[in-house]
C-alpha cells in the first residue's frame, strides 16, 4: 500500500528556516515524480513545488520561488523542502503527493497527482 508521510512542520518566526520531509513506502519511489502543495484556513490547495522523477528538474510557485528548494533521495525514499525566509502568508497545511510522469518530467497541477500525504501544519509568526 502506498503511504506518504510529512514531517518537520510546526512554529518557526518570520524570517526563519524549515525543512519539510515527505517519507514515501509502498512502491519504487523513483518511478514517481513528487510535488508539495499547501492549503491555508479558507483557501484553496495551492501548488508549491515539484521534482521530477530523477530529481534533475524543478518547479516552483512564484510565491517561493528563491526561498524554497525541493529534493529527493531516491535511495531513501525521502522527498524534502527546504523553507527558508518564512514569511507570515507561508503559513498553511503543507502536503506532498506522488505523481506518474515520464523522466524529466514536474508535475504542477493537482489533479496530476495520485497518492497525498496526511499534511504538516507551518505556522509561521511575525
Known amino acids: 500500500q502506498v503511504q506518504l508521510v510529512e514531517s518537520g512542520g510546526g512554529l518557526v518566526q518570520a524570517g526563519g528556516p524549515l525543512r519539510l520531509s515527505c517519507a514515501a513506502s509502498?512502491?519504487?519511489?523513483?518511478?514517481?515524480?513528487m510535488g508539495w502543495f499547501r492549503q491555508a484556513p479558507g483557501k484553496e490547495r495551492e501548488f508549491v513545488a515539484a521534482?521530477?522523477?530523477?530529481?534533475?528538474?524543478?518547479s516552483y510557485a512564484d510565491s517561493v520561488k528563491g526561498r524554497f528548494t525541493i529534493s529527493r533521495d531516491n535511495a531513501q525514499s525521502t522527498a524534502y523542502l527546504q523553507m527558508n525566509s518564512l514569511k507570515p502568508e507561508d503559513t498553511a497545511v503543507y502536503y506532498c503527493?506522488?505523481?506518474?510522469?515520464?523522466?524529466?518530467?514536474?508535475?504542477?497541477?493537482?489533479?496530476?497527482?495520485?497518492?497525498w500525504g496526511q499534511g504538516t501544519q507551518v505556522t509561521v509568526s511575525s
Open positions: 509502498g512502491r519504487t519511489v523513483s518511478s514517481y515524480a
Open positions: 503527493a506522488e505523481a506518474q510522469a515520464p523522466l524529466g518530467i514536474v508535475r504542477r497541477t493537482i489533479a496530476e497527482y495520485d497518492y
Open positions: 521534482i521530477s522523477r530523477g530529481g534533475a528538474r524543478s
